[in-house]
């Protein structure tokens, strides 16, 4: 069936934001099938009716959005505070990774020369839609995007070793993100899950969060100003490990898809 037509069966649909490269051109648009169909310049994400539209396979998907910054929170699931033996926090606890880590699907995590152990952790992301500070609980889906997967890779003995998060957490590569942002979801009730190789390694719901989303968006928007495009990470569940040069990291959740990538050395 003709691209155009598929555009016309599934507009009703939810809808899909993507970053994608076709040729030379590079930009945003919107999933529809397997369709992907140039956004509009501007605050609103709906497909732009008098530019092309392209077959999916025909495109490279990139990371989603181009965040300014990437906020992640730890133990944010009661099974990884147990699994790493640490109290519940009273409140969310917050660490930064640099926009510089941000990757795309399909692209490939690099392995520090001066790690030792590199762990997956799979996550879920929160895309920021406008400028937010100091917002309430009540007011934080109306400054959500969407929802996308993201991978907060870590370099896991320079964590133990620094004390601190920044090196272990701020490689480039060590944020990968997509495949693409599903606008319409609700986050409270989801199964995520991390698979290495094929094999199931990460299985869990978004319900099991301690902090929820909108809480979170809430609480880090009292801490700094969030900007269009900038990227929540909501914690990771317990089954965390190392990942070699070599390997396939897939992050999965349900009502958003599948983000993969392999593992390279430096």
């Not at 152990?117 to 839609?129: C, K, N, S, Y």
């Not at 199964?191 to 301690?210: C, D, F, H, P, W």
């Not at 569940?237 to 390997?247: A, F, L, N, T, Y």
Request: aromatic fraction near 6%; include cysteine.
């Amino acid at each position: 069936m003709h691209c155009l037509a598929v555009l016309l069966l599934l507009q009703y649909l939810i809808m899909k934001v993507v970053r994608f490269s076709a040729g030379s051109y590079v930009g945003c648009g919107i999933l529809q099938g397997e369709c992907v169909r140039t956004a509009r310049r501007g605050r609103r994400c709906e497909a732009d009716p008098h530019a092309p539209a392209y077959d999916l396979s025909d495109v490279k998907l990139l990371a989603p959005c181009r965040p300014s910054k990437v906020i992640a929170l730890g133990i944010n699931y009661k099974d990884h505070a147990k699994e790493f033996e640490h109290e519940l926090p009273k409140v969310p606890l917050m660490f930064l990774k640099p926009a510089t880590a941000v990757i795309g699907p399909g692209e490939a995590i690099v392995y520090p020369p001066t790690a030792q152990q590199v762990d997956f952790e799979g996550e879920l992301g929160v895309v920021i839609r406008r400028l937010a500070r100091k917002i309430s609980v009540r007011e934080a889906r109306d400054y959500i995007l969407g929802y996308t997967c993201i991978n907060d890779v870590t370099a896991r003995d320079l964590q133990r070793k620094d004390g601190q998060w920044t090196r272990a957490k701020g490689f480039d590569t060590f944020a990968p993100l997509g495949p693409w942002i599903e606008t319409e979801l609700d986050p409270a009730s989801l199964l995520i899950e991390t698979y290495l190789n094929g094999v199931r390694r990460q299985k869990a719901s978004t319900a099991e969060l301690i902090f929820p989303v909108s809480e979170i968006v809430s609480f880090v928007s009292s801490v700094m100003t969030l900007l269009p495009g900038d990227v929540i990470a909501t914690g990771t569940p317990s089954g965390v490990g190392p990942m070699q040069p070599g390997d396939i990291v897939e992050v999965r959740i349900q009502g958003i898809g599948s983000l993969k990538n392999c593992v390279v050395q430096a």
